[in-house]
């Protein structure tokens, strides 16, 4: 089994991949699969010298792991394309159908230390990261970014809960519907622990505003002091262009009945202010002030153009 490619353990697993259904754990809907073995996910222990990295879906999470890849490899392009990136950065609480290796199957082959997936809301991390003092990185994307990216995703992602018509996804994200629940939790749940738990908070629309600068806070936090030559690099690697046009990091390795990227690319745009080329002026205002009251208690720096 653990010979397997991901492609091939895909094809195996045949007719039992569908779009799953959720089921919450703790109020928050997660894949059945995910919520299944749920035990041994809160159970994982991972060692102090692990590293998460934490999102919300589709808040750049894989632009994240390759950066902190390259940087913990000094920028080697070769070696970052080692293999895909649910490989070399597993996906904590993933569990799909059998042959398909589940994040903790990943992890156990793996020795410390790992950098470590996760879309779980703050209070659903196994707290091993938190008694060990694990550095996390957390990477937020403004809502309505956000949200649309999401809804490509769900359209492409035949393992997603059908997505329906847009109007109505919008409904179920300010609502929390979504798989790993509200956008609005999420951010807020990881804001207020920020400094308690030494996580690294960044925001999608800083990396694209100027990416050498979150490298480098990326680069500080991990300890690593990196010539400036091989930060260029890194950038370079990580722009959209590269990382779309790059196997190892474009999710092709995981082909449809998984992702069918013939309905919507992972990398897709990658952009800021995508949101204005699908919400209607009217959705735009209905979405603002359900906004206002969710976020009236948090000020989070979120910026929707830049
Ligand atoms: P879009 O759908 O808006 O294009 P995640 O990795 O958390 O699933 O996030 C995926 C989103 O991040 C997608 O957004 C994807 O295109 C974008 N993304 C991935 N790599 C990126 C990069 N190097 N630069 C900018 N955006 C990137």
């Known amino acids: ?18 779009r799953f259904p959720l089921i919450p754990v703790r109020g928050i809907p997660l894949m059945n699969h995910i919520a299944n073995n749920w035990d041994s996910i809160w159970d994982f222990r991972p060692d102090p010298s692990d590293l998460l990295i934490a999102t919300y879906p589709k808040a750049g999470t894989t632009w994240t ?15 970052c394309k080692r293999a895909p990136t649910p490989m070399r950065s597993p996906f904590l609480e993933i569990c799909s159908p059998p042959p398909i290796p ?20 703050f209070q659903l991390v196994p707290t ?39 109007e109505g996804y919008i409904h179920k994200f300010m609502k929390g519907e979504l798989s790993w629940g509200s956008w609005y939790d999420h951010v807020k749940g990881y804001w207020m622990e920020r400094e308690k738990r030494n996580i690294l908070y ?17 680069m500080r936090y991990l300890e690593l002091s990196l010539p400036d030559e091989v930060i260029t690099r ?41 949101w204005t080329n699908h919400f209607t002026p009217e959705q735009s205002k209905v979405f603002d002030e359900d906004y206002e009251k969710q976020m009236k208690d ?9």
């Not at 950066?67 to 920028?75: E, P």
């Not at 938190?130 to 994307?141: G, P």
């Not at 948090?298 to 830049?306: A, D, G, Q, V, Y």
Request: with cysteine; charged share 25%; aromatic share 10%.
């Open 1 to 18: 089994m653990s010979e397997l490619t991901y492609s091939e353990a895909i094809q195996k697993a045949g007719n039992s991949i569908t």
């Open 65 to 79: 792991q390759e950066i902190v890849d390259l940087l913990f490899h000094n920028g080697d392009a070769e070696v």
């Open 102 to 121: 589940s994040g903790l199957d990943l992890l156990k082959k793996m020795d410390p230390p790992r950098v470590i997936k996760t879309h779980l809301p």
């Open 128 to 166: 091993g990261f938190w008694e060990n003092k694990c550095k996390a990185i957390y990477v937020a994307r403004n809502a309505k970014d956000n949200l649309v990216s999401y809804y490509h995703f769900d359209c492409m992602n035949l393992t997603q809960p059908e997505p329906g018509p847009w």
């Open 202 to 218: 960044l925001f999608y629309e800083d990396m694209k505003e100027n990416p050498r600068r979150e490298v480098e806070r990326i």
């Open 234 to 274: 890194i950038v370079e690697l990580t722009s959209f262009k590269n990382m779309k046009e790059n196997p190892m990091a474009n999710y092709s390795c995981i082909p449809a009945p998984v992702f069918d990227q013939t309905i919507s690319p992972f990398m897709r745009k990658g952009e800021v202010g995508d």
């Open 298 to 306: 948090i000020n989070i720096p979120f910026r929707t153009l830049i």
